[in-house]
């Protein structure tokens, strides 16, 4: 399995310890804070929340992969959800789930047989894959995301 950290995060501006060394918003509810200078503005978020989604989903695209599956499932929240642990959800399901888990209403690991995606604190996104998707890397770039090869903290596949 080929295993990738696909962020906002410019790997340039990290220290040794692998953290930003620049003020950046991690979260929805930092919209309308002040980050260099100006207002994170909700189109801003939205852009970002958006090159998420679609890198995640072009790995998954490229990798012949069409659902995962809800797992470890966590709504503290009690938001209003139409599945529930193990469902598995299609693409088309997987990227109203990832805004919302990227929006933190609720988390879960998405996982497949010898796939994931695993969204982290901070806005970081794993992503599991069989083999190497350099069209996936290609588009996450393109849409000013980093492609990283990092292994997902929150385990491999059918960890519990």
Not at 10 to 38: H, K, Q
Not at 47 to 64: D, K
Not at 135 to 157: C, H, I, N, W
Request: with cysteine.
């Amino acid at each position: 399995m080929i295993e990738y950290r696909v962020t906002k995060y410019d790997p340039a501006n990290r220290n040794v310890g692998g953290a930003s060394t620049l003020p950046e918003w991690t979260s929805f509810s930092d919209i309308g804070c002040m980050f260099n200078g100006s207002p994170l503005s909700e189109a801003e978020y939205l852009q970002v929340e958006n090159a998420y989604i679609v890198s995640a989903l072009e790995f998954l695209r490229e990798s012949g992969i069409s659902s995962l599956a809800v797992r470890e499932l966590e709504n503290h929240r009690g938001a209003p959800l139409t599945f529930g642990e193990g469902s598995n959800l299609s693409l088309d399901q997987l990227k109203t789930a990832l805004s919302r888990i990227l929006r933190e209403e609720f988390w879960c690991k998405l996982e497949g047989r010898d796939s994931f995606i695993h969204i982290g604190y901070d806005y970081y996104m794993y992503v599991g894959v069989p083999a190497c998707c350099s069209r996936a890397e290609q588009v996450a770039s393109g849409l000013g995301l980093f492609v990283e090869p990092f292994q997902s903290p929150y385990g491999g596949m059918g960890a519990a």
